[in-house]
């Protein structure tokens, strides 16, 4: 440590509440170390309320960057300076980059989670897709689906307080991606669910079920699965939820969260840096 933090080091943060159990500072740590960059990454618990002081200090310090968590994504589009098409369609940011003094704020679990397929052998582009949900994980994805070329988004979500941020981004999106179809449908209409599994060449979960404690439940009808349908999960824990696995076995390509948490990791270390993360050495050290 005391060969790797100097008077020139860098700085870069996760802010939020809580942060104790993140894994982001290991994670860069190792990396910045790995590729011989100046940089530190330390985790500070903020609340919203605590959201302008926060931007003061990434200026007065000159932080390169870093990460907002909950509850403060919101509030961090707020305050940069700009936003990533993403990030301005959805209204929150995940990531900050700041060049110069000028903050840029990104969100990147979609552009993760689009990269994870694409590593795995699939092209969004020009494909018909059904993403179950419409919390956080589930809008970023349906956006970037929509920003990468996919023909088709169809939203299903249970009848709760989502359901309304499932139209809001339809209409968003109608005006900012309007070649991509984006319908929203309620979770509990089973024929229509069917329907748009029978009609999709990818399907998503990007709710909590399947999540522990849900992890007995799967929301998609394993008789739906077809040879030539992807099946992506977002839950990673655990790695293979039921839905994964009754995929494997009905022969889909099946997908499931893991890849998509590293792909995160692995595109905001290059907003960082500019550099590809070194991903078989941080799999090795995290083993
Ligand atoms: P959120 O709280 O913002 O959204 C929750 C979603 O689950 C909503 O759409 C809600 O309607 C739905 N839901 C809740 N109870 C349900 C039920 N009984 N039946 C059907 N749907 C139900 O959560 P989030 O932050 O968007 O996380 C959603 C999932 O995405 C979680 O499983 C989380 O682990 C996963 N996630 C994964 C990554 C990753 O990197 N792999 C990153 C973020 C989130």
């Known amino acids: 440590m005391e060969r790797r933090i100097n008077g020139h080091t860098g700085l870069l943060a996760l802010f939020g509440t809580p942060v104790g159990h993140s894994g982001s500072p290991a994670m860069y740590n190792f990396s910045f170390q790995h590729d011989g960059l100046d940089y530190a990454y330390m985790a500070f618990d903020v609340n919203v309320e605590q959201m302008p002081a926060v931007f003061d200090s990434i200026r007065l310090f000159k932080m390169r960057g870093g990460n907002f968590t909950m509850p403060c994504k919101n509030i961090a589009a707020e305050l940069v300076d700009k936003l990533s098409p993403a990030a301005e369609i959805i209204g929150a940011c995940n990531v900050f980059v700041n060049d110069d003094g000028v903050i840029t704020g990104h969100i990147t679990d979609g552009v993760g989670f689009v990269k994870n397929l694409e590593v795995n052998g699939v092209d969004v582009k020009g494909k018909k897709t059904v993403v179950l949900g419409a919390g956080g994980a589930a809008t970023a994805i349906q956006v970037q689906l929509a920003l990468d070329g996919a023909s088709e988004v169809a939203i299903f979500n249970i009848d709760d307080e989502f359901y309304a941020r499932a139209e809001s981004t339809k209409e968003k999106l109608a005006t900012r991606c309007p070649e991509c179809k984006v319908t929203v449908e309620h979770l509990e209409d089973k024929e229509a669910l069917a329907a748009a599994v029978n009609n999709a ?87």
């Open 201 to 287: 060449d990818i399907v998503i979960n990007a709710t909590i079920m399947g999540m522990k404690p849900h992890e007995d439940v799967t929301l998609i009808d394993k008789s739906l699965f077809r040879k030539d349908l992807v099946v992506a999960d977002t839950v990673y824990n655990p790695e293979k939820t039921k839905m994964i696995l009754e995929a494997e076995e009905a022969g889909c390509q099946a997908i499931g969260g893991k890849g998509m948490l590293l792909y995160q990791g692995v595109v905001n270390y290059s907003l960082f840096t500019g550099k590809d993360f070194p991903i078989e050495e941080y799999q090795k050290f995290q083993a």
